[in-house]
């Protein structure tokens, strides 16, 4: 195995924006956003209250226009969609084939019993009839709740109602799940529970898994937790990335100024490999986007 190849990213997000309302009224709550998601990856995203994680999450989901930017989604198929240039008309059947939600309400109807409320969102996936029980009655034993199939939501405790839910997300079989503070009405032994089923989708099906939160003990479950504060990712952005060895850097040591932007490196070693031999890197300064630290950033070489 090659240990430096970066799979494909799922999600690619470019100078996301969202200004709402206008002028003197208006608040930025999501500014110049940057950042990629690749498959079987958990990312945590936490930071305060009215930091712009929901909206953050629902502009990646197609639910909310961004004021500006771009994200660009993989979708099953392998094609690259860019959601922010879809139509209305075409919103819905993009979100129906690449996008699951789970909400921290759950969102279910109660006038269905569980297994009905995943059926009905396997009929909006396009799923009819027998096929449809058939595929809820599967993901409901997936989420261990096979013997509650008859039992109507408000009959179900909280983390028993949250699996129902990830249950219906998974109903259209999505290469991307959101999850908008999925444990905040959970207690601690049901929180963690849910926070291994939703890395278990990832680990087991290749998902990419958005989590957006201020709940601590989800930590355990990310591949990656980036910080938001005031609709930026604050305390990633102050780290820079060494173009050579590919290691987080604090921006104080060795640098170069080079085409423009500074360039930070771990040591005079790898400044030194840098200037004898420059080579475009696009991993300069401090963009969240090379802070997978299970990989070694794109464009880095080898040092031995
Ligand atoms: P979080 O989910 O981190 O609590 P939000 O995305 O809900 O943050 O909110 C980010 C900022 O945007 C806050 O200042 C909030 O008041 C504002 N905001 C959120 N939704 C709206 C809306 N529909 N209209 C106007 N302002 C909003
Ligand atoms: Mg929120």
């Known amino acids: 195995m090659n240990t430096t190849s970066t799979p494909a990213p799922v999600l690619t997000v470019r100078g996301l924006t969202k200004t709402y309302g206008s002028e003197a009224a208006s608040v930025e709550a999501v500014r110049a956003v940057d950042l990629e998601v690749s498959a079987g ?3 945590l995203v936490m930071g305060p209250s009215g930091s712009g994680k929901t909206t953050l999450l629902l502009m990646l989901g197609a639910l909310l226009r961004p004021t500006a930017g771009s994200i660009t989604v993989t979708s099953r198929e392998g094609r690259a969609v860019e959601i922010t240039a879809a139509s209305e008309k075409e919103l819905p059947h993009l979100r129906a084939s690449t996008f699951g939600f789970i909400f921290q309400d759950y969102a279910l109807l109660d006038a269905l019993t569980a ?13 009819r009839g027998p096929a449809a029980r ?12 096979a013997h509650r199939a008859g039992a109507r939501p408000s009959q179900m405790s909280g983390g028993e109602q949250q699996r129902v839910a ?17 444990t905040a009405n959970l207690d601690a032994s049901r929180g963690r529970d849910l926070a291994r089923l939703l890395r278990r989708l990832a680990d087991d099906d290749g998902r990419c898994v958005i989590i957006v939160s201020h709940d601590d003990r989800l930590r355990e479950v990310a591949h990656r937790v980036l910080w938001l504060e005031d609709g930026e990712f604050r305390e ?18 060795p640098h170069i100024e080079w085409e423009g932007s500074v360039l930070w490196f771990c040591s005079e070693g790898c400044k030194r490999e840098f200037t ?19 990989r070694t950033a794109p464009g880095a070489r080898g040092s031995v």
């Open 41 to 43: 990856e958990v990312l």
């Open 115 to 127: 297994l009905e409320n995943i059926e009905v969102a396997a009929n909006l996936a396009g799923t």
């Open 134 to 145: 058939e595929r809820a009655a599967e993901l409901l034993d997936r989420v261990g709740l």
């Open 166 to 182: 990830v249950a219906r997300a998974l109903a259209n079989d999505p290469p991307v799940l959101l999850a908008d503070e999925p």
């Open 236 to 253: 990633v952005a102050a780290m820079a990335v060494d173009p050579v060895c590919g290691m987080s850097v604090e921006p104080s040591g």
């Open 276 to 294: 004898e031999d420059p080579r475009p890197t696009i991993a300069a300064t401090g963009s969240p986007l090379q802070h997978h630290h299970h």
